[in-house]
């Protein structure tokens, strides 16, 4: 069972920072795209930002600038690192990943990290 875990949210001041890490076990022969969706109460979930196996990273226009999302191939890891943040930016952050597993290509979702970001 492919399983993908997000760690290091929490608690954070307006204008400070976290990083969240996304690991991905199981049985994975390859995984190709990664994602970021936060999702705050009373709100759709939307993409934060994204980042293929070729390298292409897309960012939701909100976060430009301040946020990086970046992969650990080696590892099976992603990581958002987000500065500057914004208590509009409180939010359940999950990972998205497209799994190549047992010969079929499938979609992962973690269970979530919360990032709160105080005013």
């Known amino acids: 069972q492919v399983r993908l875990v997000e760690s290091g949210g929490g608690l954070v001041q307006a204008g400070g920072s976290l990083r969240l890490s996304c690991a991905a076990s199981g049985p994975i022969f390859s995984i190709n795209a990664m994602r970021w969706y936060r999702q705050a109460p009373g709100k759709q979930r939307e993409l934060v930002a994204g980042l293929d196996n070729g390298g292409s990273t897309n960012y939701a226009d909100s976060v430009k600038g301040r946020f990086t999302i970046s992969r650990d191939n080696a590892k099976n890891t992603m990581y958002l690192q987000m500065n500057s943040l914004k208590p509009e930016e409180t939010a359940t952050y999950y990972c998205?990943?497209?799994?190549?597993?047992?010969?079929?290509?499938?979609?992962?979702w973690g269970q979530g990290t919360q990032v709160t970001v105080s005013s």
């Open positions: 998205h990943a497209n799994v190549f597993t047992f010969g079929i290509a499938r979609a992962y």
